[in-house]
């Protein structure tokens, strides 16, 4: 059955396989965008598979060509490594924290950062698990250095401030005691058959464990 007229261009394609082709070409990038995208790609890679993940997943996650990667960064092992850092970046879990409401009720307030302190713990775990402790640990000592360990220790004391005349303890101390209680109680090895829920942990640090 003749179907009518079909647009060809120059090289013999049609114009449908022309918009295709256009639509699904990836959009231009710069060199920090496009490191920055790869990134983004590598990191649940690495947490399912370590750093045992070849290229050709990574650009197929990316849906880029494999040689793209480097075009990008110098090797495998590089891009590995900055997506094992961004893995543990603290930057989210910051704005998560500074964003938790001071008006809010104390319990409130310790509570929802239980929960993001779980979280976080629960995808660092991962992540050691996948590629190891050693080189968790230089992934981990390179997230935590400099800054952004004492912005963290200085948001927990924020959440505890506009209580200080309630605590028996300054709010920094009472930041530093989070953090032992919600590092204890989250961990499966520590904590024993189950975690604490953020609502124990809150508990526990803020009312103890003594019957009053």
Avoid: W
Avoid at 94 to 123: G, K, N, W, Y
């Amino acid at each position: 059955m003749y179907a009518g007229p079909v647009n060809i261009g120059s090289a013999g394609e049609t114009t449908a396989a022309k918009t295709t082709r256009t639509r699904t070409r990836a959009a231009a990038m710069s060199p920090d965008e496009r490191r920055a995208a790869l990134i983004a790609a590598t990191v649940p890679l690495v947490k399912k598979h370590g750093f045992d993940v070849s290229t050709r997943q990574i650009a197929a996650a990316a849906g880029i060509a494999e040689g793209t990667i480097f075009r990008a960064f110098e090797s495998k092992d590089e891009l590995l490594r900055e997506a094992a850092y961004a893995a543990l970046d603290p930057s989210e879990t910051e704005r998560q924290l500074e964003a938790i409401d001071l008006d809010a009720p104390l319990d409130e307030r310790v509570e929802t950062a239980a929960q993001l302190f779980q979280q976080r713990m629960a995808s660092a775990l991962e992540l050691a698990s996948a590629i190891g402790f050693a080189k968790f640990a230089g992934a981990q000592h390179h997230a935590h250095h400099g800054t952004h360990y004492g912005r963290l220790n200085e948001l927990m004391a924020r959440l505890f401030e506009p209580d200080r005349d309630r605590l028996a303890c300054t709010p920094e101390e009472a930041a530093r005691l989070f953090q032992i209680v919600a590092a204890g109680g989250s961990h499966p090895r520590l904590a024993g058959a189950e975690i604490l829920t953020p609502a124990q942990i809150t508990s526990l640090l803020l009312d103890g464990i003594r019957r009053k």
